[in-house]
């Protein structure tokens, strides 16, 4: 039976009855590969291509061997040397579905609380121009008992600077503190036109008590005007903007309340308008990190998403602008009738994504039938 020679440079098999001590020819030494150059090291001869290496003949003598070449000893590292620190492990989560975002997601009857309002210097200067102080306007301080019939729990009180909430039938017996006036920004001071107590620091004007004392007042007063306002929004990994597009917002008298799930706006603009919108949000928001900010041409709200990623909308599919179709309507009582529109305004536009949709499409030409 013929066996394969394990002798470097050699390759052959042989019959072990028939084992010489010349029979094979084979290099003793160890390959080298030095500057392009290979050979081997118990002998001289060179070469740059490595098929004619291979094919070098053995330069000693010596019988056939059928044993396998021990494998290379790969000396480890000295214990003096650093050891290599253990590669940490990255575990990347990927987006959640849709089917497990609605079974983690909170509940939109959680109690929802006031989100903080920024205003900017110019929206106070812009304020002061209006001078409403000159306007004899007083906040009427109680509903009649058919509106806070109708009230549901979560309400708060729309007197200004009280912060009541409705829980119940029990709440109407509460004494309301509030101010009947209007508040008023002049020459960097700002004030309420009941009492007068003047500050330059909005948050301590905001944060002063009521000068008069009455009953809860759980529904919007009827002179004002509701309308609809032209809205926007764009997203960050960490943050959602949303924009509502009201000139000289009245930061005393509006209010963004949300919990984790669910946005309410509620916006007074230009003396008399009143913008109200209530949104289901598509992700979860924090609301401790969330906050508003005005300036004279919009009011922004800057919602903290919960964890970082993308939404795919601002709302879920279901959600609608509350009261939407009532707010068309009172819009439509208010306005005087055989009133021409010529021009669309900010106030008489919402924003939808249909009609985003058709913008960026193009809308098609109008038809006319031939006769």
């Known amino acids: 039976m013929a066996l394969l020679c394990y002798n470097k440079g050699c390759g052959q098999r042989f019959d072990p009855e028939h084992n010489a001590e010349d029979s094979c020819l084979y290099h003793?030494?160890?390959?080298?590969f030095h500057d392009a150059l290979k050979g081997w090291s118990c002998c001289k001869k060179r070469t740059t291509d490595f098929s004619e290496f291979l094919s070098i003949k053995g330069c000693t003598k010596g019988f056939h061997s059928k044993e396998k070449p021990p494998e290379p000893f790969n000396q480890g590292k000295t214990s003096d040397e650093p050891k290599a620190k253990p590669v940490e492990e990255l575990i990347v989560q990927g987006p959640k579905s849709a089917e497990k975002m609605l079974r983690e997601r909170p509940s939109s009857d959680e109690p929802r609380q006031l989100l903080p309002i920024k205003v900017s210097r110019s929206l106070e200067q812009a304020l002061e121009k209006l001078n409403l102080s000159s306007k004899d306007e007083t906040l009427e301080s109680s509903c009649t008992g058919e509106e806070a019939a109708q009230v549901r729990a979560g309400t708060m009180c729309k007197n200004a600077a009280c912060k009541a909430i409705y829980q119940g039938p029990e709440s109407n017996t509460e004494v309301c503190t509030f101010h009947p006036g209007v508040p008023v920004f002049h020459e960097g001071m700002k004030y309420w036109s009941c009492c007068g107590i003047k500050t330059t620091d909005f948050s301590a004007f905001m944060e002063q008590p009521g000068c008069s004392r009455g009953c809860h007042c759980w529904t919007e007063k009827k002179d004002k005007k509701a309308v609809l306002c032209r809205q926007d929004w764009h997203q960050t990994s960490s943050q959602v903007v949303v924009t509502v597009y009201a000139k000289n917002p009245l930061p005393a008298l509006s209010s963004v309340k949300a919990n984790r799930t669910v946005l309410e706006a509620h916006v007074i603009f230009e003396g008399n308008k009143i913008f109200r919108a209530e949104l289901e949000l598509w992700g979860?928001?924090?609301?401790?990190k969330s906050f508003v900010s005005m300036v004279p041409a919009k009011v922004e709200i800057m919602l903290c998403k919960a964890s970082p990623g993308s939404w795919a909308r601002l709302e879920l599919p279901q959600s609608k602008l509350q009261s939407c179709?009532?707010?068309?309507?009172?819009?439509?009582?208010?306005?005087e009738p055989g009133a021409a529109q010529d021009e669309d305004s900010d106030d008489s536009l919402s924003w939808s994504e249909e009609e985003d949709e058709e913008l960026e499409m193009g809308t098609p030409d109008m038809i006319t039938p031939s006769n």
């Open 28 to 32: 003793p030494g160890v390959p080298i």
């Open 284 to 288: 979860t928001i924090d609301v401790e």
């Open 325 to 335: 179709g009532e707010q068309e309507k009172e819009a439509a009582n208010t306005e």
